[in-house]
Every structure is written in C-alpha cells, then in structure tokens.
C-alpha cells in the first residue's frame, strides 16, 4: 500500500486591517501526474464533498463511464447545533446531489493512476466515482481532480492532516 504525501496550499486573503484577524484559505493536495493524461492535473482532496468531481477535460482524456442516478427523491441531512449532531432537512432529487456547485453535468466514473512526483509512491488503478461539468467551468482551470470522501471509503484509503507548512499529510492507499 503506498503513502502519498500531502501538501497544502495556502493563500492569504483580504481583511478588514482594523481588525488585525488574517485569514488563510487552505487547500490540501497532492502532488501527482496521473498516467495517460499527458499533462499535470490539479489533484484537491475534499473528504467534506460526498462525492468527487472530475474536470471535463480529465474525464474526456480518461474515458468515462455514465452511472445512471435516478431523479428519486432522496434524504438530505445537515448538522444542527441545537440538536447536537445531523439533522433531516428534508427531500431533494437524487440527481441533483451529483451536480458539481450548481453547474450541469453527468455523474459516473473514471479510473486513475496517482504517480508520486516525489518518487514516494505509485498506485494501482483506482475508481473514481464523480461529478463531471458537461464543459469547461470558466472561473476552474480545467485540468483537475477534486477527491471527496467517497474516494477514500471505495479505496479503502487513510487521510491523515496536519496544519504545517509545506507537506501537511499523508495518504494512505
């Protein structure tokens, strides 16, 4: 089982100076080339996104296959302070928790190989489930990998973060 290391990006943003707070977006990463692409992919982890989300482009070079989601209505939960922990929050179609923040797509899945620029690790083909955008999203570079959670639980993968700069974790897979 190789171990990827993780890294994180980190951007500074704008603040109020009276305020004297900094804030940090913080994105952590991995540093990859994905056989078969023929360029670098932007490889995110997200294990708070139920679901992963593949660039048209990564998706087209790739090769993808359609996963049917019905438009079935299905439960949808959110955390509730009050009440300590999830919540039902009522019903949405099925389909529409595969959209990728609101822009059209298809749902389905691709498989990838995640070679360690670092020379640390390489892995076997691995499954991809995921949302993919039907073009190019104009505010995205194109050429990317988002890994959400179901990534990690079809791969049996371990994610361990910490905040430091530079690397910041390791995956397991």
């Known amino acids: 089982m190789p171990t990827l290391p993780v890294y994180a990006f980190e951007q500074e943003l704008d603040t109020d100076p009276s305020t004297g707070t900094r804030l940090s977006a913080v994105r952590p990463y991995l540093d990859v080339d994905v056989p078969g692409l023929g360029f670098r992919p932007y490889v995110l982890l997200d294990p708070g996104r139920p679901f992963s989300v593949v660039s048209h482009t990564v998706a087209a070079t790739l090769g993808w296959s359609p996963a049917g989601v019905t438009a079935d209505p299905v439960d949808v939960y959110e955390f509730d302070l009050s009440a300590g922990g999830m919540a039902w929050a009522g019903q949405v179609p099925a389909d529409d928790l595969t959209r990728w923040d609101g822009h059209p797509g298809g749902f389905g899945v691709t498989e990838v190989e995640l ?17 993919r955008p039907d073009a190019a999203v104009p505010q995205f570079a194109d050429g990317f990998i988002i ?26 897979l």
């Open 115 to 131: 070679l360690d620029r670092s020379g640390h690790g390489r892995t076997g083909r691995l499954a991809v489930f995921a949302s």
């Open 147 to 172: 890994l959400g959670m179901s990534f990690l639980r079809d791969n049996r993968a371990t994610l361990s973060l910490t905040h430091q700069p530079g690397r910041c974790g390791s995956l397991d």
